[in-house]
């Protein structure tokens, strides 16, 4: 499976943009790209996913780049909320399982 | 927004003992998962279960474990004689059609202490 990196931690302001980066240099074209956080204490909840187009939804934006060897995931205005280990995880289109295959992510700080 | 429940929130057994995690998926779901976290690592892949049987397992889901969906709501994880290095945060995932990539929603977890 292809690896991601991420780094291992990064602080924001509340109420301001955030962007989390995501190496993924030996993607394959059949590999999709999501996001999940934990947040403190609970289970991993999924944020965004992509292939190869940017995509926006109610939590965050998926930035992808045109080779797809690196995404970022956009949080518009962090909240204290937003407080959590986020998850580039890298997905094959055609298995059945889709077992989610987790690193040890971004750890995210909001101060207020 | 429909959730997935686990149940309990904390288990606390005797090494040696059997224990049953339990989880209820999201009503329309087809695919589950049991992952675990031990304490201060990552979230780890056991076992996905799809139309009645095992689809994968990893190398941790061993003859010790198994799964079942003994009524078709509630998903569970049998551990039979549990060791001191099976304490971690045990999380039931559920999904739809896999074939479109739906998203896996977790519950919030079990945390299994062995003493």
Redesign the interface.
């Known amino acids: 499976d292809a690896k991601t990196t991420q780094p291992n931690s990064m602080e924001s302001n509340e109420e301001e943009p955030v962007h989390l980066p995501c190496n993924h240099s030996t993607i394959s074209g059949t590999d999709y790209i999501h996001w999940y956080r934990q947040l403190p204490s609970q289970g991993p909840e999924y944020v965004i996913h992509g292939l190869t187009s940017n995509v926006n939804n109610r939590m965050a934006s998926l930035a992808i780049a045109e080779d797809r060897k690196s995404s970022t995931l956009i949080l518009h205005r962090a909240t204290l909320r937003d407080a959590a280990v986020y998850y580039c995880i890298l997905i094959r289109r055609g298995g059945s399982n889709y077992k989610l295959t987790f690193g040890k992510g971004t750890l995210l700080t909001v101060n207020p | 927004e429909p959730e ?1 429940t686990q149940t309990p929130s904390h288990q606390v057994t005797q090494m040696g003992q059997e224990v049953i995690l339990r989880c209820v998926p999201i009503s329309n779901h087809l ?1 589950f ?1 049991w ?1 675990r976290q031990i304490l201060g690592q ?4 056991l076992v ?1 279960f ?1 139309n009645n049987e095992i ?2 397992k990893s190398e941790i889901f061993d003859d010790q474990f198994s799964v079942e969906r003994p009524d078709g709501s509630n998903f569970t994880l049998k551990i039979r004689s549990t060791k001191l290095e099976d304490s971690a945060m045990y ?1 039931c ?1 559920s ?1 739809g059609e ?1 074939g479109q ?1 739906q ?7 079990t945390r299994l202490s062995i003493l």
């Open positions: 997935v695919y998962y992952y990552k979230v780890e892949f996905s799809y689809s994968e999380f995932a999904a896999a990539l998203p896996q929603h977790f519950g919030d977890g």
